[in-house]
């Protein structure tokens, strides 16, 4: 029998005393190589393009859900177009999350 590779996701919020808390996603935690590489090169770029990739390439292969609505209180698609129509200070701190959920993964 083989070994089955089982692909983590987890949820990540903010603190309590954070702006954006209450915001919760659902996040792949093992991207396939591809993806994480295609990510690092965008984001390596530092181009506009290089950018909109980086958040369109997060929200299409990354996020899996959340429960994210805009400001009249319509849920906002857990895709890449959807991460698109965030405010760019938003979708950092989303990344910034998720990178420092990746880093901890497995730590006591």
Not at 26 to 40: A, G, S
Not at 44 to 59: C, H, I, L, Q
Not at 84 to 105: D, H, Q, S, Y
Request: proline share 5%.
């Amino acid at each position: 029998m083989g070994f089955k590779l089982e692909r983590r996701t987890a949820k990540i919020t903010f603190p309590d005393n954070h702006e954006y808390a209450g915001l919760e996603m659902e996040c792949k935690l093992d991207v396939d190589l591809q993806t994480f590489l295609e990510i690092q090169s965008m984001a390596e770029s530092a181009t506009p393009d290089g950018n909109a990739g980086v958040y369109t390439k997060f929200g299409e292969d990354i996020l899996v859900n959340w429960n994210l609505e805009d400001e009249d209180g319509t849920p906002v698609s857990a895709c890449g177009s959807g991460f698109l129509t965030l405010p760019p200070n938003v979708a950092g701190a989303i990344i910034t999350a998720w990178t420092e959920e990746l880093t901890t993964v497995g730590e006591a």
